[in-house]
């Protein structure tokens, strides 16, 4: 992480999160670091709570925001208020500001290295390299926050005029307007093609951007914007070379290794960094030894989870009717109906948190093309791509003969049960512009208290945050 000061002192001890950008990307050994610490600071990126922490709080944030994703008893304390969608709609609320410091702390530091490292002493593969991860987590991050601070995109209406976030893409301080939400993905997409044709070398963690993973990237951008065949193209293309399908034992192996086949981007928990109780896995595990996990787990929308046929090993993730013999939880840890036990750490119970994050798997990039080729109308060719994926998961599916809506709707709900706790489904649901619809599950009503919220209404935008208001003339608050 890079900033830059003219104080005296620092001539004599540079402390760890500011050196100056001279130094910083004076040579690409150099640059790659900060590069890395800009891929630690997704992580390692609290504020003012512990369930604030980073990149993976907000994919859990998310999920709670949608239906799917239950908090499991009256116990709760952390993310309820995200659950009851109060904190993102209060200008001073945790979710106001959280989301906008953590995406744009990332676009700041990657627009210092896009700004500085063609100067930097190194080879032009090695230029390319980090200049190639920068664009593509600016783009990453710009992405996250139109989502969620913007309208959403319809094709149907270009261009967007709706008010999108300031595009910042110098390193700068100046308070900026509100580019359109048009303007925002344009600058995504060229972000992102830029990123392409630069990575071309092979990376040697998968903590780190590659050339898949910026055309899962892209494949993500076009689903939203409703460019089907460009969503189809890039998805396939970014599942094509270095990952696979995880098997059915891999499946149940607790979602906290990196290693695995199918995760193509993801966090590489090291063992002397800890987060300790703000880690992904100290609020989504089913095991690890927090008061979180113990008295208020995650389960699944009862309604969701009982479509899930008793062949597909997806439904050994929850458990409907938990008992000690069926379900893992932590040494005094409550059991209720549709328990969590995908995200699992090793240990009964697991002292540790340390788990690694999974960004970006192959199975998003199948059910993004099946669902592309399906909205052209290429019915059999979304059905085989669908298959390609499902029957690696349940014995006992069949290569599916829907068609139109019908088979759109198949894909959608495997996309609900597949990437639950992945932090999709909040944008999913606006993406698609369909309304949040609580009723009939097994929401707590204390808990949830809201129930439903129309499509497009105001409350899908979240609001800017107050210090940014007053810092900043030219910023626009969405709607009160």
Known sequence: MVSISCEKTYLDTVPTESVDAGSAYATTKNAAAAINGIYRSMIYRYLASQGHSGHPAMMIILDHMGEDMIIGTTAASWHVAETRWTSHRSDVGTMARFPYELYYRVIGNANVGIANIDNAIGTQAERDQVKGEALALRGWAYFNLVQLYGKRYDATAKPNAQLGVPLVLTPTTEGLPRATVEDVYTQINKDLTDAASLLKSARNFKSHINLEVVKGFLARVALTQQRWADAAKFAAEARSTGSSIMTAAQYQEGFYDITNPEWMWGFDHLEDQSEFFGGYHSYISCNYNSTVIRTYPKVINNLLYDKIPATDVRSKMWVKTPTAANSIVPTG???????????????????????????????????????????????????????????????????????????IDEILFHRRVEMWGEGVRFTDLKRLNQPLNRNGTNQIASVAVLYDVPAGDKQWEFLFPLREIQSNPAIIQNPL
């Open 333 to 407: 840890g409550v059991r209720v109906p549709y328990l969590n036990q995908k995200f699992r750490l090793p240990g009964t119970p697991s002292t540790s948190a340390m788990g690694d994050v999974p960004y970006m798997r192959v199975a998003e990039m199948y059910l993004i093309e099946a669902e592309a080729k399906a909205r052209l109308g290429n019915n059999a060719e979304a059905a085989k791509v669908l298959f390609d994926l499902i029957s690696k998961r349940d014995t006992g599916y069949k290569l599916s003969t829907a068609t139109g809506t019908a088979l």
